[in-house]
């Protein structure tokens, strides 16, 4: 009998889970738009998820988990687009005898030089697959150093100081990469060699399973990073600066390690984008797209939540996409007096980041309190302490 | 005067004025205000649709602009900023609540100028507000009487501040909020004049920056983080300290830019937002707590203390 009631309430229990709710929603909210749209919306959608699921989970890290304001979340985003826009395509070109040095980005040049390299790309999966990971190994390395740097002289300021500086310095690399034409092309955007062009037509089947996988790692990661005892050391300092520095907690080194970290899976991130559009826009790498639709992806979801960054993540990108491919059908009045809908984008950030702050602080699905160890371990762990 | 000077002044002073309204938010109600961005391209807005459908100088439309500025600011502190201010809201989700309202407004700006280009048939789009100035002393009027506006609108604020029983209510409601509630201050009326203040000068300074350089909807968006580097140049500690630091960052980024681009070439012009950038990070790096952090009553008092010393 108790069995009985034992399954029946863990049944309860899962049926009550707001993750639950949530992940129907998204999924009927797909369903809708396959059955409307066919198979290729639903991939981009997702490539977009993915992409943004990594951006926003290392935003989830340094301010959801530490505390940090970090508004320039586009700053290390672009030192990862900027790397893989700049440098593997160098290697590639200096090992083919090809231009590689200053001149590698300059349209007359890249235009030629990138299809050689992809067409050597598409020779061999072998080398595709090495090419991926190099990208990643990349972004994921100039991602860690620009967020180090960034972090030196930032680190000891107050909050809002530290935000404000971090939007600034975000603003800025972006208006260096338009104007400095060696690095990514400047306002003419350079191209990126492709890892995905052995597949042909169906690169797009396969971007999005890669991907997600790299996402799936990063989420894991993550996961058992904020479980471990930096993690809670994380949390720690968010919730009381004043007592983790009486703990004995090193508050710029715990700091500093969040933002590097950060910085690196946020820069891996970009580099993903990258790969996926094919060319570095500096232009487009602005800090509303990857600073304050990341913010509302996180606080939608739930600060302080991975699985809540990611329902957030599918649930806003599915109703962007919604407005973008449903404009004419559902916002003809707007049409008929010459505004266009797609401004209603912005409306819908803003609208959710307002009722999210005054009606649903916590996000859909709330920072839950972990426990360190599985309840068994525990048990076994004070069993031997009273031996 | 020197063309960098004339386009310098009007834009430090639209500058000024709206990182005095970051600051005087920010001290009065912890707000870091983002909206102050979109409530700038507000201002500039009110005045092209007035110059433009009804004629006239630019000018003339200025104290509208201050208006429809004040009535983004009342909007904001109600619907918005009191109940967070009730929660007792911490600093970071203040500053996401004004992100939030900053981009449904940057929304509806971006309507309102297809909504004109639809009905009226003009371009608001890329607007050069300085075609519609006029000529004084062989310079554009607005080098002259922009600042002149700028001036005197800060002498009625600190007449507002130092002379009249509200304005002293609210000193002391930002020098100690607690003490000046318990002496029967209404605090809540404090917060809404100050950011029906604040939005105004917002709209002022943006409708003052539109003459110094392209407006567009999302002129604010670009010059919002000079916004906050005036304001924190300033040290976040009070309105005229806000301001100075307006006025030095919009100044240094005309006199830098062309400086270095007399020196190494017009190249240098892609990178004008660093010439600003770096003197907030210079001046931080040397006074903390910006330029009202500068002791320079103590600097004065110890200079005369050694001269009587040297006489006696």
């Given at each position: 009998m108790?069995?009985?009631?034992?399954i029946?309430?863990?049944?309860?229990?899962?049926?009550?889970?707001?993750e639950?709710?949530?992940?129907?929603?998204?999924?009927?909210?797909?369903?809708?738009?396959?059955?409307?749209?066919?198979?290729?919306?639903i991939?981009?959608?997702?490539?977009?998820?993915?992409?943004?699921?990594?951006?926003?989970?290392?935003?989830n890290?340094?301010?959801?988990?530490?505390?940090i304001?970090?508004?320039?979340?586009?700053?290390?985003?672009i030192?990862?687009?900027?790397?893989?826009?700049?440098?593997?395509g160098?290697?590639?070109?200096?090992?083919?005898?090809?231009?590689?040095?200053r001149?590698?980005?300059?349209?007359?040049?890249?235009?030629?030089?990138v299809?050689?390299?992809?067409?050597?790309?598409?020779?061999?999966?072998?080398?595709?697959?090495?090419?991926?990971?190099?990208?990643?190994?990349?972004?994921?390395?100039?991602?860690?150093?620009?967020?180090?740097?960034?972090?030196?002289?930032?680190?000891?300021?107050?909050?809002?100081?530290l935000?404000i500086?971090?939007?600034?310095?975000?603003?800025f690399?972006?208006?260096?990469?338009?104007?400095?034409?060696?690095?990514?092309?400047?306002?003419?955007?350079?191209?990126?060699?492709?890892?995905?062009?052995?597949?042909?037509?169906?690169?797009?089947?396969?971007?999005?399973?890669?991907?997600?996988?790299?996402?799936?790692i990063?989420?894991?990661?993550?996961n058992?990073?904020?479980?471990?005892?930096?993690g809670?050391?994380?949390?720690?300092?968010?919730?009381?600066?004043?007592s983790?520095n009486?703990?004995?907690?090193?508050?710029?080194?715990?700091?500093?390690?969040?933002?590097?970290?950060?910085?690196?899976i946020?820069?891996?991130?970009?580099?993903?984008?990258v790969?996926?559009?094919?060319s570095?826009?500096a232009?487009?790498?602005?800090?509303?797209?990857?600073?304050?639709?990341?913010w509302?992806?996180?606080?939608?979801?739930?600060?302080?939540?991975?699985?809540?960054?990611?329902?957030?993540?599918?649930l806003?990108?599915?109703?962007?996409?919604?407005?973008?491919?449903?404009?004419?059908?559902?916002?003809?009045f707007?049409?008929?007096?010459?505004?266009?809908?797609?401004?209603?984008?912005?409306?819908?950030?803003g609208?959710v980041?307002?009722?999210?702050?005054?009606?649903l602080?916590?996000?859909l699905?709330?920072?839950?309190?972990?426990?360190?160890l599985?309840?068994?371990?525990?048990?076994?762990?004070?069993?031997?302490?009273?031996? | 005067?020197?063309?960098?000077?004339?386009?310098?002044?009007?834009?430090a002073?639209?500058?000024?004025?709206?990182?005095?309204?970051?600051?005087?938010?920010?001290i009065?109600?912890?707000?870091?205000n983002?909206?102050?961005?979109s409530?700038?391209?507000?201002?500039?807005?009110?005045?092209?649709?007035?110059?433009?459908?009804?004629?006239g100088?630019?000018?003339?439309?200025?104290?509208?602009?201050?208006?429809v500025?004040?009535?983004?600011?009342?909007?904001c502190?109600?619907?918005?900023n009191?109940?967070?201010?009730?929660?007792?809201?911490?600093?970071?989700?203040?500053?996401?609540?004004?992100?939030?309202?900053d981009?449904?407004?940057?929304?509806?700006?971006?309507?309102?100028?297809?909504?004109?280009?639809?009905?009226y048939?003009?371009?608001?789009?890329?607007?050069?507000?300085?075609?519609f100035?006029?000529?004084?002393f062989?310079?554009?009027?607005?080098?002259?009487?922009?600042?002149?506006?700028?001036?005197?609108?800060?002498?009625?604020?600190?007449?507002f501040?130092t002379?009249?029983?509200?304005?002293?209510?609210?000193r002391?409601?930002i020098?100690?909020?607690?003490?000046?509630g318990?002496?029967?201050?209404?605090?809540?009326?404090?917060?809404?004049?100050?950011?029906?203040?604040?939005?105004?000068?917002?709209?002022?300074?943006?409708?003052?920056?539109?003459?110094?350089?392209?407006?567009?909807?999302?002129?604010?968006?670009?010059?919002?983080?000079?916004?906050?580097?005036?304001?924190?140049?300033?040290g976040?500690g009070?309105?005229?300290?806000?301001?100075?630091?307006?006025?030095v960052?919009?100044?240094?980024?005309?006199?830098g830019?062309f400086?270095?681009?007399?020196?190494?070439?017009?190249?240098?012009?892609?990178?004008?937002?660093g010439?600003p950038?770096?003197?907030?990070?210079?001046?931080?790096?040397?006074?903390p707590?910006?330029?009202?952090?500068?002791?320079?009553?103590?600097?004065?008092?110890?200079?005369?203390e050694?001269?009587?010393g040297?006489?006696?």
């Amino acid at each position: 009998m108790t069995t009985q009631n034992g399954i029946s309430d863990k049944f309860k229990n899962i049926l009550l889970r707001r993750e639950l709710h949530v992940g129907i929603i998204i999924a009927a909210l797909l369903a809708f738009l396959y059955a409307s749209r066919g198979i290729n919306i639903i991939l981009t959608i997702l490539i977009q998820v993915t992409i943004f699921a990594i951006i926003t989970m290392s935003l989830n890290l340094e301010s959801g988990y530490t505390g940090i304001p970090q508004f320039g979340r586009v700053a290390a985003v672009i030192a990862g687009a900027f790397a893989v826009g700049g440098i593997p395509g160098r290697i590639m070109a200096s090992f083919m005898g090809l231009p590689s040095g200053r001149e590698y980005t300059l349209d007359t040049v890249n235009f030629k030089v990138v299809p050689e390299i992809n067409n050597l790309l598409a020779s061999s999966w072998l080398m595709s697959l090495g090419f991926l990971i190099m990208c990643i190994v990349i972004a994921g390395a100039s991602g860690a150093i620009i967020g180090w740097l960034i972090s030196r002289p930032a680190i000891r300021l107050k909050e809002a100081y530290l935000g404000i500086s971090m939007l600034a310095i975000g603003d800025f690399f972006m208006w260096v990469g338009h104007n400095w034409n060696l690095l990514v092309g400047g306002s003419t955007p350079a191209n990126v060699p492709d890892p995905f062009r052995i597949f042909g037509a169906a690169r797009f089947n396969v971007i999005v399973p890669v991907f997600f996988v790299i996402a799936i790692i990063i989420f894991i990661y993550l996961n058992k990073l904020t479980r471990s005892p930096f993690g809670r050391n994380l949390r720690m300092l968010r919730d009381n600066e004043l007592s983790a520095n009486a703990a004995g907690l090193n508050i710029v080194k715990v700091r500093t390690q969040s933002l590097v970290i950060g910085a690196c899976i946020a820069a891996i991130g970009g580099g993903l984008y990258v790969l996926y559009t094919g060319s570095v826009a500096a232009i487009g790498m602005t800090r509303l797209t990857f600073t304050f639709w990341p913010w509302a992806y996180m606080m939608l979801g739930g600060v302080g939540s991975n699985v809540g960054v990611f329902m957030g993540v599918f649930l806003l990108t599915i109703l962007r996409t919604m407005i973008i491919i449903f404009r004419s059908q559902w916002f003809g009045f707007l049409l008929a007096v010459g505004i266009d809908p797609l401004w209603l984008e912005f409306t819908l950030l803003g609208a959710v980041i307002i009722i999210v702050i005054l009606f649903l602080p916590h996000g859909l699905v709330p920072e839950k309190v972990e426990a360190m160890l599985p309840a068994n371990r525990v048990k076994k762990v004070m069993a031997q302490r009273e031996l | 005067m020197a063309p960098w000077l004339s386009s310098g002044l009007v834009y430090a002073s639209g500058l000024a004025l709206t990182a005095g309204s970051v600051t005087l938010l920010y001290i009065v109600t912890r707000t870091f205000n983002f909206a102050v961005a979109s409530m700038a391209t507000i201002g500039f807005y009110t005045v092209y649709t007035g110059v433009t459908l009804f004629g006239g100088l630019p000018y003339q439309y200025y104290p509208f602009a201050f208006i429809v500025g004040s009535i983004t600011g009342f909007i904001c502190y109600y619907g918005l900023n009191r109940p967070l201010l009730r929660r007792q809201a911490i600093e970071t989700t203040l500053m996401m609540s004004t992100l939030g309202y900053d981009l449904i407004l940057l929304s509806m700006i971006q309507m309102y100028a297809d909504f004109l280009t639809h009905t009226y048939k003009i371009f608001p789009r890329r607007v050069t507000m300085s075609l519609f100035d006029f000529e004084l002393f062989g310079d554009r009027a607005a080098a002259f009487i922009l600042p002149v506006i700028a001036i005197g609108f800060l002498t009625i604020l600190h007449i507002f501040l130092t002379k009249t029983k509200f304005g002293v209510a609210m000193r002391a409601t930002i020098e100690n909020p607690i003490l000046a509630g318990a002496s029967g201050i209404n605090s809540d009326r404090v917060y809404l004049v100050s950011w029906i203040i604040g939005g105004g000068m917002a709209a002022l300074g943006g409708s003052f920056m539109a003459m110094a350089m392209t407006g567009t909807p999302v002129m604010g968006m670009y010059t919002i983080p000079l916004m906050f580097a005036g304001a924190i140049l300033g040290g976040l500690g009070s309105i005229y300290g806000g301001i100075l630091g307006g006025l030095v960052i919009g100044l240094t980024e005309y006199a830098g830019v062309f400086l270095l681009s007399q020196q190494f070439g017009p190249w240098v012009l892609g990178y004008r937002m660093g010439i600003p950038l770096f003197i907030m990070a210079a001046t931080l790096l040397v006074f903390p707590r910006g330029l009202s952090g500068i002791p320079l009553l103590k600097i004065i008092k110890n200079f005369a203390e050694q001269k009587r010393g040297a006489r006696a």
